[in-house]
């Protein structure tokens, strides 16, 4: 379908400013000013794989976010959709995907032994697919990279590029962030750049493997994105 619909009073606006705004960028001082004043506390407590803290916002935010679609999927107006509700279901596997993998479908939790002859296959040694080969690690991240750069950036700044998609295909409207979710988008990226400029030793060791901050920015950028598309997805089921 591609009748015209309208966000306007439905999407994030600056009273909500608290989230969408607040917490990329107290999340980001959080972690800067931790390893600045503490770095052996961030090193033994926010970095550890299992029970860091940022480990297990890799896990709480991207489920958050498949919950979110699973709200929604079921919507008359998602299901009058099939482009949308395809959509919705993608995203939904996709959280559920990153939530899964990055506890090894649940091993980092019931610490149960990876079996010998998939041991042989994962580079870690554990029950999960991303460290098994280039196509379920590297191809989702970089994915999720584009998304990030033009779903996150590009679309909700440039009213240009975003009227070239919504007039060729108008049923993608919905789909297009508000400006809302550009905070969290500049959050991953920076984050991402330090990553690299470290890595390319072209600054100084400004925070212990980066990599792990910037993938928590990743997925709070999955969480925001579903929960602002509910929020349209719900408005036009009610409207409608």
Known sequence: MSEA?????????ASEAWWWLGLPIAAAVAIMMTYLIAPDFYRERVLPEAYGYLEISHIILP????????????????KARPFLMFSVAVFALACLYIAGEECSWGQWIFYWSTPDFWAQLNAQQETNL?????YFFQLPQTLLQFAIVIGGLLLPLSATLRNAVTNTMPSWAILIPPLAIVPVSIMAVLF?????????????DWLA?????TETFFYMFMMF?????ARRIRAQDHAS
């Open 209 to 213: 493997r980066p990599a792990e901050a």
């Open 130 to 134: 991303h460290n098994t080969s280039y």
């Open 192 to 204: 991402k750049i330090l990553d690299r400029v470290q890595k390319r030793d072209f600054v100084e």
């Open 5 to 13: 619909v309208s966000f306007e009073g439905v999407d994030p606006d």
């Open 63 to 78: 489920f958050i976010g498949f919950l979110v679609c699973l709200s929604v999927i079921s919507k008359p107006y998602v």
């Open 225 to 229: 994105y579903t929960i602002m598309l």
